[in-house]
Structure formats: C-alpha cells, structure tokens
C-alpha cells in the first residue's frame, strides 16, 4: 500500500514560518506532479504550490514571494517552506502526490492526510 505521512504543521504566529513536510512509503515506480492544497471549513479545497518531476513549480498568488515548494526524489518526499504567515493561510494542508505502482499501471493521485496550519497571535 502506497500512504502520504504529513509532518510540520502546527500554531504560529503572523510573520513567522513553518516547513510541511509529505513523504510518500510503499511500492512506487514512478512519481510525477507532487503539491500541496489547503482547505478552510465551508471552502473548496484550493491549490497552493505543485513541482512537476522536471522541477517546475509554481503556486497560487496568494502565496507568492512568500511560500517555496520543493521535492527530494530519493526520499520521495515534497516540502513546503511558508515564511511571513498571514492569518488568512490558516487551513488544513493537504499533499498530493501522483505516481505509478508499477511500469503499466497509470499515474493515480495519493493524498495525505491532512496537517493544521494555524496562524495566530
């Protein structure tokens, strides 16, 4: 079984900065797009920053200038860096990752399971 283990998440206060971590275990042969989605009661699930495999990223406006997407392909594993936190980013983060269990299945989305983000004074 393929799971997405999320780490990092927590309270902060405006200004100050966290680093979400997401790595993936199990039997995988191929990751492709990795990122990240948050998500406020009541709202949609919005995207915040995506990597594709070659390294491209990029992320909402919203977060810009502020919040830096990464990935390590030898740990499996895609981070999130977000610095000068705004109350608005307060959510639930979830990653996503797309991969392959084997040379000719198809690319299937994983998602983890979730981490709070809280950004109070």
């Known amino acids: 079984q393929v799971q997405l283990v999320e780490s990092g998440g927590g309270l902060v206060q405006p200004g100050g900065s966290l680093r979400l971590s997401c790595a993936a275990t199990?039997?995988?042969?191929?990751?492709?797009?990795m990122g990240w989605f948050r998500q406020v009661p009541g709202k949609e699930r919005e995207l915040v920053a995506r990597i594709t495999s070659g390294g491209t990223s990029n992320c909402a406006d919203s977060v810009k200038g502020r919040f830096t997407i990464s990935r390590d392909d030898a740990r499996k594993t895609v981070y999130l860096e977000m610095n000068s936190l705004k109350p608005e980013d307060t959510a639930v983060y979830y990653c996503?990752?797309?991969?392959?269990?084997?040379?000719?299945?198809?690319?299937?989305?994983?998602w983890g399971q979730g981490t709070q983000v809280t950004v109070s004074s």
């Open positions: 199990g039997t995988i042969f191929a990751i492709n797009d």
């Open positions: 996503y990752v797309d991969l392959r269990r084997g040379r000719s299945t198809p690319f299937i989305s994983y």
